[in-house]
């Protein structure tokens, strides 16, 4: 949450919060300390990519966006990693986006996907060696690209938020929990896989919404959060070749195998939130 919106941070910001478990005393040195943390790993370890699987900001304020996006862009300058973006369901439009500058609630700018690419076209986009369609179109999907690495990777960031008339339930660009794959997409993303195979790559996999779900009993108790037609869209990845998809969305941390009929692993790794608690 951004710090230029918070106001005197008085007690309807932390009530507002708190449906978040956001640690938000401690925000500026938990990204301090992550920050520190990767960049030891690019000096000593060689990590070259950093990819960001969404929900960026706490209910998509522009400002949040807009201060995210210029650490983002300072820490790659400092240490010549690229970062890697794709958006999760809180960061586009997303009516809850909230100011308490006045200390009381009150509307927030929100941010739209062409705003989205704006702020953070130099932070994935950019690079891009393939996109699904033109970044600025508004449409479901708009913000999936891929990269090629020089080590033998193709990192495909899938864009599977509902956040457009075109892709919600309700037909309005008003962002819903859930996520999906158009079919369009989906024959997008299995081209992908091909032409990395052709190039002798590795395909992996970056939604913002799980794969799989934690157990068996996920995706019935906690609807949203598994994409949508998860089994499905499994069985498809794995025996195109797509065995590994790192997500985020439910703020823990797991791993997940399943196979599909052939006999082909998909690994879904959910990785957790470093804003909250636990």
């Known amino acids: 949450y951004p710090s230029s919106l918070a106001g005197n941070k008085k007690e309807a910001l932390y009530t507002y919060l708190e449906g978040h478990n956001c640690v938000y005393d401690d925000l500026d040195a938990i990204l301090d300390a992550a920050f520190e943390s990767l960049e030891y790993e690019v000096k000593n370890n060689g990590v070259k990519y950093i990819a960001l699987v969404g929900d960026l900001t706490t209910n998509g304020e522009y400002e949040g966006h807009r201060e995210l996006s210029k650490k983002l862009l300072a820490f790659e300058e400092k240490t010549g990693a690229t970062i890697l973006v794709t958006p999760g369901n809180h960061d586009i439009n997303n009516p809850r986006a909230s100011s308490f500058i006045n200390d009381k609630k009150e509307e927030a700018r929100i941010t739209t996907p062409a705003e989205f690419y704006e702020l953070y076209k130099d932070l994935g986009f950019s690079d891009a060696y393939h996109q699904f369609k033109d970044f600025t179109s508004e449409t479901a999907g708009s913000l999936t690209y891929s990269v090629k690495t020089k080590d033998g990777y193709r990192l495909i960031l899938a864009d599977g938020g509902k956040f457009t008339p075109d892709a919600t ?17 989906i024959q997008w993303i299995l081209d992908e896989a091909e032409d990395a195979k052709k190039d002798g790559e590795t395909p992996i996999l970056f939604p913002h919404w799980n794969m799989s779900g934690m157990n068996y009993f996920h995706e019935f108790l906690m609807q949203g959060f598994t994409i949508d037609d998860a089994y499905k869209l499994q069985e498809l990845f794995a025996d195109a070749g797509i065995n590994y998809a790192f997500s985020g969305h439910q703020h823990v941390s797991d791993v997940s195998i399943t196979y599909s009929d052939s006999g082909n692993p998909m690994y879904s790794v959910i990785t957790p939130t470093l804003t909250q608690y636990p």
Do not use: C
């Not at 339930?169 to 997409?185: H, N, R, V, Y």
């Open 169 to 185: 339930e309700s037909g309005l660009a008003k962002q819903e929990t859930a996520g999906a794959f158009t079919p369009e997409l």
